[in-house]
């Protein structure tokens, strides 16, 4: 039972990690009954599907998009999503802030940094992240608000590759709250760890973990 499942999940969870519950190719039932429990935190990957489900069901869901967003594709999202977490350009960071000037708002977002081995997964590295806010500080996308980092680790059995992992994430996060952020309470959340590693990205600092399979059965 979804009910219970989530119930007993978050029981568990340290107060400071929030659980974005990911309900990717999951219907719009589903969701409605996680969302009976009280649970308001649902994240897809897809674009359309988002449109869709947030069409469907209540509207104070907060809405994440955790897949790779395309530039020409934010305008679908930009009235209503919560936090966007794949934030990996210059590009794609000036197209939110002007969406969501249009809709008289600011839009919450994350740096997604490639942390992984894998090289298929996106992401910044820190020079380049580094790089972006110099040449480009905050306070040129006035809509935008950089809330912190967001990384994937290493599909892998190997724990402490894994945890490497997180750890420069968590490093990353430091280096760029003391260099760019410094004074910026919204800048304060790392999302990482999935069903397969959330244990030890707590473990390495996570604020904010990303659940699909765990909650809702495989896909
Ligand atoms: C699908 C997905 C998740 C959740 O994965 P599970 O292994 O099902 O928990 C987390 N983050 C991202 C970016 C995803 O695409």
């Not at 009910?3 to 219907?27: C, G, N, W």
């Not at 020409?72 to 002007?98: C, M, P, Q």
């Not at 997604?112 to 480009?136: C, N, P």
């Amino acid at each position: 039972m979804i009910e219970e499942t989530i119930v007993q999940f978050k029981a568990r969870l340290p107060d400071h990690v929030t659980l974005v519950a990911v309900s990717k190719t999951k219907p719009a039932e589903v969701i409605r009954r996680a969302y009976h429990t009280g649970h308001r935190i649902f994240g897809e990957n897809k674009v359309q599907e988002l449109v869709d489900k947030h069409a469907q069901l209540p509207e104070d869901i907060e809405w994440h998009m955790i897949g790779h967003l395309q530039t020409n594709k934010v305008k679908y999202i930009a009235s209503f999503v919560s936090l966007i977490h794949g934030v990996d350009s210059l590009k794609l960071l000036t197209e939110i802030n002007r969406q969501a000037a249009k809709h008289n708002r600011s839009i919450d977002v994350l740096l997604q940094f490639h942390i992984a081995a894998e090289s298929t997964k996106f992401g910044l590295s820190m020079e380049r992240a580094r790089d972006m806010l110099t040449a480009h500080p905050p306070e040129e996308y006035p809509h935008v608000r950089i809330c912190g980092v967001m990384g994937m680790a290493t599909y892998t059995s190997d724990t402490k590759q894994i945890e490497e992992e997180f750890r420069l994430l968590s490093t990353y996060f430091d280096t760029l709250q003391s260099q760019f952020f410094r004074g910026s309470a919204h800048f304060s959340e790392i999302s990482m760890g999935m069903s397969g590693d959330y244990r030890q990205a707590i473990d390495c600092g996570s604020t904010m973990i990303r659940i699909g399979s765990t909650l809702f059965g495989k896909r």
